[in-house]
């Protein structure tokens, strides 16, 4: 039995609200901790996120399916929505907009946590490399999800999709956002991992592409996935 609409919103509010904490929190971190080497400021904030990461989707995805990105619901209900499964549209709106403000909130309540004031990010990151990095890291967040789903292993997400987003802070230049709920959040901070203003669009609109190129890769490897849409990320009940 899937859970209640508020319920459900509750979830993918406090799920990204806390996966942005995890993300901006950790990045903070590190620069106090390493203030003098970039790469272990990284390697810190990729392995918390990592563990975060799985963590939240173990908690919260009983209730919601721990989406926490606007991406996913969005191809859940597009894949979803020709068999009657998924996400309606409607349902989408309301997750997209608890998402964002969730988001929101995670990156001030990290900055309150390690007393940093509350400012926006000056940290400009739109470059052509990053647009595509942002392109292929949501891309293949896609086919991972939908692909683990189709073969009901869907059990499997908490510790693939931490894995795939902590491997893709380092293969891709963009430390893979692939999610724009949260690359909207991380302008709130200006810390280790904010992002100015003027480069949300660049990467949102990458962030797209990589919606489209993924829901196609899913349609194309995987027939028939709509049917199990009801199943991403974690089955609700």
């Known amino acids: ?42 390697l810190e904030n990729s392995m ?3 563990f975060g990461l799985a963590a939240l989707i173990l908690m919260f995805g009983p209730v919601s399916g721990a989406h926490f990105n606007p991406v996913v619901s969005l191809a859940d209900w597009f894949l979803g929505r020709r068999a009657g499964k998924g996400l309606s549209l409607a349902e989408v709106g309301a997750y997209v907009v608890a998402q964002v403000t969730g988001a929101i909130g995670g990156a001030l309540l ?22 595509v990095a942002e392109i292929v890291a949501t891309a293949g967040l896609v086919v991972l999800i939908f692909a683990l789903v189709r073969s009901d292993r869907g059990a499997l997400a908490a510790p693939a999709v931490g894995g795939y987003i902590g491997a893709a802070y380092w293969f891709t230049s963009s430390t893979s956002f692939a999610n724009p709920a949260v690359t909207i959040g991380r302008v709130f901070s200006d810390t280790f991992a904010g992002i100015a203003p003027g ?14 190129v993924g829901v196609l890769l899913v349609l194309v ?17």
Do not use: C, W
């Open 199 to 212: 480069s949300v669009t660049p990467f949102v609109l990458a962030q797209l592409v990589g919606l489209a």
């Open 1 to 42: 039995m899937i859970s209640s609409l508020p319920r459900r919103v509750l979830a993918e509010f406090l799920g990204t609200a806390l996966l942005v904490a995890v993300v901006v929190g950790s990045g903070i971190a590190a620069e106090q901790l390493s203030p003098d080497d970039v790469g272990l400021q990284l």
């Open 48 to 50: 918390a996120t990592v």
């Open 221 to 237: 490897l995987y027939p028939g996935v709509g049917d199990k849409a009801d199943d991403v990320v974690v089955r609700p009940g």
């Open 110 to 131: 990290a900055n309150v946590m390690f007393d940093v004031d509350q400012a926006i990010s000056t940290k400009d990151r739109a470059t052509g490399g990053h647009f």
